[in-house]
DNA sequence: ATGAAAGCGCTAACAT
DNA sequence: ATGTTAGCGCTTTCAT
C-alpha cells in the first residue's frame, strides 16, 4: 500500500507519490509534464495520491535536469522611481503570460551593487537578464551573455557589441526638450544631470548641444551643468539653492526625470520662485501623475510599457529558430503643458 | 594535467574544477564553502582554477541538497503603484542586505493570478512570501505556512491565524481622514473605493463610520460609497463624472491611495471643477510627489519603508531561536495640505 | 587537510 | 503504457 510517511527531509516527493500509488517515478513525472501519455486510470490514481500526501513539485531540482529556468532577473537604477517601476511593470507582465517570474533589483548607481546582482543572477543560473546598466563598460556583460546567460540592455545602446537593447531616442529627448525651451525664448538653460556618466543623461546632454547649435546659439553659453547626488532622492531640491544662485540667474530647468523634476518643483516653491513665471521647469519620462502637479508639468514622454514589454520579449525569444540580436529604439515624445512658458524680460 | 574541456552542459563545473587543480571535489566545494579549512596552497591553486575555467557556481544545485533558498517572493497588488514600489524597495533592500533576492509579483486583484502565483513560488521553494493578499480567506496562506514556507502579510491582519504579519492601522487612518473633513463641515462625502472587499479598505470604510458617529452623525446619511473598476488606473477618473451627477451633490471625496486622487484630480479639472473650493480631497499614502500636485494633496501618511522593512525582517528572521509569529502594527498620520477646505456653504 | 561515496528531487533515454 | 537506469551539480558525512 502506501509508502513510508517521512520523505528525507520536510514534504513528499514524487518518490512518496509513486510508492503511494504503486506506479515508478518516471510515471509520476509523467503525470507531471506528459499526462496525454499515461493511461487515464493510473493518472487519476496518482494524482490523488499527490493530493492526499500534499505533493508540491520541486522545479528547482528540473532545472538542475536542465530544463531552462523561468526566473528573469532585471536590475533597473531605482525601482521605486514610478518609471522604472512602469517599465518593471511592463516587464512582469510579459514574462508571466510565459509563465516565468521576475527577480527586481535597484542598482542605485553603484557599481559595486550592480556587480553583486549580476553575480547572484548568474549563480542562480537564470533564464536571462534585463538590464539598465551603470557600468558604462558593456564587456563584462558581452562575457556574461557568452557564458550562457542572455542579456537585454534597458535604455542603454549596445554599441558595437551583439547585446540585445530596447532603448529611446535619448538625443532626440534631450534635443526635443532644449528645443522647446529656446524657441520659448529661454537662452540660459540649466542642465541638472544626476550623473552625466550614465549613457541615457549624456545622450540628451548631447540632444540640447545640437538644439542649441540648430537655433543658432552657442551650446556652452546657453548650457549649464548642475549635477546633484545621483542617488539622494532629495538632491534636485537642494540643487535648486546652487541654481538660483547663479549669476546671470538661469530662466529653465531641465531634468533627468519627473521625480526629479518634483523636487526641484518643491525646491523652487520653498525659494518662492513661481513656475513658469520665475523659472521653467522641464521633466522627463511623461508617468502618471506629471499631469497634475502644480503646475503641470512639461515633459519628455517614454512609452514605458512598450519599452518593458519589448525587453521582456526580447528575452523570452532568445535561443529561438530566427531570433536576432537587435537593438529596438522608441521615440520619445514632447508634452507641452504649463510648467514652462516665456522667461521674464 | 587540466581535465576535459566540455563538461556535459555549457559550463564548467567543480568537478571540472577538481580535475583541473588535481583535487577532489569536496575540496573545491570546502574552497566555495569553508575557505578556511582548505590549506592556502591548494586553495590557491582550486581558485585559479577556477578562474582559468570561468567558473561560476549553481547555487540551485545547493539548494537541492536543502540549503535554504536565497529568493523571497513578495506579491503586492500593483508593483506599479507608487506605494508599493517604495514598500517593494524596502523590502528589497532588507533581503540585499542579507544576500537574498525578491521575486516581485503584481495580482492586480484577481484571485487567479494570486492563485497562480503563490504556486510558483511554493514549487520553487522559497525562502518565503511577503503578501498582501487578495483573497479574504487566509487558510491557504496558512496551509502553505504549513507545509514549510513561511509567509508575512503585508498590510493585512492576521486575524486568528498564527502568520506573521505588518499592518497599518486603517481603520484609524479612516477615521482621520474623515474626522478631517468633518472637521472642516463638510456633510455629504464620498468614500471611493477600489474594491470594498479587500480588508485595508473596509477597515478604513469603518474608521470612516466611526469618526461620523463620533461627531454626533448619521454615518449613513453622511457617508456615499462609490466603487470604480478596481484594477482600471483610470477608473477614479472615470468616477468622478458619477460623483458630480449625485443628488445632492457631495463636497468630498475619500480616495483609496494617492494615486487615485491623482485621477480624481484630474477628472475634477476636466469637469472644471476647482479644488477645493468646488470639491476636497484627500489621498492615502503621501507619496513622494502629493506635496507637488496641484492642489498639494491632504493624505494620510504611511510608513512605507518601516513597513516594507519589517516585513522582511520578520520572513527572514523565521527559525530563528526567538522568533515568535506576531503582528506590527504602524500607525498612519494625517497630512493637511491645500486639496481640502471648506465646503461651499 | 583531503578524498570517496552517497544522495538531494527530478527527468530522460532506453527498455519492456 | 510503464518501469529501469543513469545522472543534473553540488554538499556532506565519514574515512584516511
Given at each position: 500500500?502506501?509508502?513510508?510517511?517521512?520523505?528525507?527531509?520536510?514534504?513528499?516527493g514524487?518518490?512518496?507519490v509513486?510508492?503511494?500509488?504503486?506506479?515508478?517515478?518516471?510515471?509520476v513525472?509523467?503525470?507531471?509534464?506528459n499526462?496525454?501519455?499515461?493511461?487515464?486510470?493510473?493518472?487519476?490514481?496518482?494524482?490523488?495520491?499527490?493530493?492526499?500526501?500534499?505533493?508540491?513539485?520541486?522545479?528547482?531540482?528540473?532545472?538542475?535536469?536542465?530544463?531552462?529556468?523561468?526566473?528573469?532577473?532585471?536590475?533597473?537604477?531605482?525601482?521605486?522611481?514610478?518609471?522604472?517601476?512602469?517599465?518593471?511593470?511592463?516587464?512582469?507582465?510579459?514574462?508571466v503570460?510565459?509563465?516565468?517570474?521576475?527577480?527586481?533589483?535597484?542598482?542605485?548607481?553603484?557599481?559595486?551593487?550592480?556587480?553583486?546582482?549580476?553575480?547572484?543572477?548568474?549563480?542562480?543560473?537564470?533564464?536571462g537578464?534585463?538590464?539598465?546598466p551603470?557600468?558604462?563598460?558593456?564587456?563584462?556583460?558581452?562575457?556574461?551573455?557568452?557564458?550562457?546567460?542572455?542579456?537585454?540592455?534597458?535604455?542603454?545602446?549596445r554599441?558595437?557589441?551583439?547585446?540585445?537593447?530596447?532603448?529611446?531616442?535619448?538625443?532626440?529627448?534631450?534635443?526635443?526638450?532644449?528645443?522647446?525651451?529656446?524657441?520659448?525664448?529661454?537662452?540660459?538653460?540649466?542642465?541638472?544631470?544626476?550623473?552625466?556618466?550614465?549613457?541615457?543623461?549624456?545622450?540628451?546632454?548631447v540632444?540640447?548641444?545640437?538644439?542649441?547649435?540648430?537655433?543658432?546659439?552657442?551650446?556652452?553659453?546657453?548650457?549649464?551643468?548642475?549635477?546633484h547626488?545621483?542617488?539622494?532622492?532629495?538632491?534636485?531640491?537642494?540643487?535648486v539653492?546652487?541654481?538660483?544662485?547663479?549669476?546671470?540667474?538661469?530662466?529653465?530647468?531641465?531634468?533627468?526625470?519627473d521625480?526629479?523634476?518634483?523636487?526641484?518643483?518643491?525646491?523652487?516653491?520653498?525659494?518662492?520662485?513661481?513656475?513658469?513665471?520665475?523659472?521653467?521647469?522641464?521633466?522627463?519620462?511623461?508617468?502618471?501623475?506629471?499631469?497634475?502637479?502644480?503646475?503641470?508639468?512639461?515633459?519628455?514622454?517614454?512609452?514605458?510599457?512598450?519599452?518593458g514589454?519589448?525587453?521582456?520579449?526580447?528575452?523570452?525569444?532568445?535561443?529561438?529558430?530566427?531570433?536576432?540580436?537587435?537593438?529596438?529604439?522608441?521615440?520619445?515624445?514632447?508634452?507641452?503643458?504649463?510648467?514652462?512658458?516665456?522667461?521674464?524680460?
Open positions: 500500500m502506501a509508502g513510508e510517511r517521512v520523505p528525507a527531509s520536510g514534504r513528499s514524487i518518490r512518496e509513486a510508492a503511494a500509488a504503486s506506479v515508478s517515478e518516471s510515471t513525472s509523467n503525470v507531471l509534464n499526462p496525454q501519455v499515461v493511461a487515464a486510470r493510473t493518472r487519476r490514481r496518482v494524482e490523488r495520491a499527490m493530493e492526499e500526501l500534499d505533493f508540491v513539485r520541486n522545479r528547482a531540482a528540473g532545472q538542475l535536469r536542465g530544463a531552462p529556468s523561468s526566473v528573469v532577473g532585471s536590475i533597473v537604477l531605482d525601482s521605486a522611481n514610478p518609471f522604472f517601476a512602469e517599465v518593471a511593470r511592463a516587464i512582469e507582465d510579459r514574462l503570460e510565459s509563465g516565468c517570474m521576475q527577480l527586481l533589483f535597484s542598482s542605485d548607481l553603484h557599481l559595486a551593487r550592480e556587480h553583486q546582482c549580476l553575480k547572484l543572477l548568474e549563480e542562480h543560473a537564470v533564464r537578464i534585463i538590464i539598465n551603470v557600468n558604462p563598460q558593456l564587456d563584462g556583460l558581452v562575457r556574461l551573455s557568452g557564458r550562457g546567460t542572455p542579456v537585454v540592455l534597458l535604455d542603454r545602446s554599441g558595437d557589441t551583439d547585446l540585445c537593447a530596447v532603448t529611446a531616442d535619448n538625443l532626440r529627448g534631450g534635443e526635443l526638450a532644449a528645443a522647446h525651451l529656446l524657441e520659448l525664448g529661454h537662452r540660459r538653460i540649466v542642465f541638472l544631470g544626476g550623473s552625466i556618466t550614465v549613457d541615457t543623461i549624456s545622450a540628451r546632454r540632444g540640447a548641444d545640437r538644439a542649441c547649435v540648430a537655433a543658432g546659439l552657442d551650446p556652452a553659453e546657453v548650457l549649464v551643468d548642475i549635477r547626488a545621483p542617488a539622494a532622492i532629495d538632491g534636485p531640491e537642494a540643487a539653492d546652487h541654481i538660483l544662485a547663479l549669476r546671470p540667474l538661469p530662466t529653465a530647468i531641465i531634468c533627468t526625470n521625480t526629479a523634476a518634483v523636487g526641484v518643483l518643491r525646491g523652487l516653491r520653498r525659494a518662492g520662485v513661481s513656475v513658469p513665471a520665475g523659472m521653467s521647469v522641464i521633466g522627463y519620462d511623461d508617468v502618471h501623475f506629471a499631469s497634475e502637479l502644480s503646475p503641470p508639468l512639461t515633459t519628455v514622454r517614454q512609452a514605458k510599457a512598450s519599452l514589454r519589448a525587453a521582456a520579449d526580447l528575452l523570452l525569444s532568445d535561443g529561438d529558430p530566427g531570433h536576432r540580436h537587435q537593438e529596438l529604439v522608441f521615440t520619445p515624445e514632447l508634452v507641452v503643458r504649463a510648467s514652462t512658458g516665456n522667461p521674464r524680460t
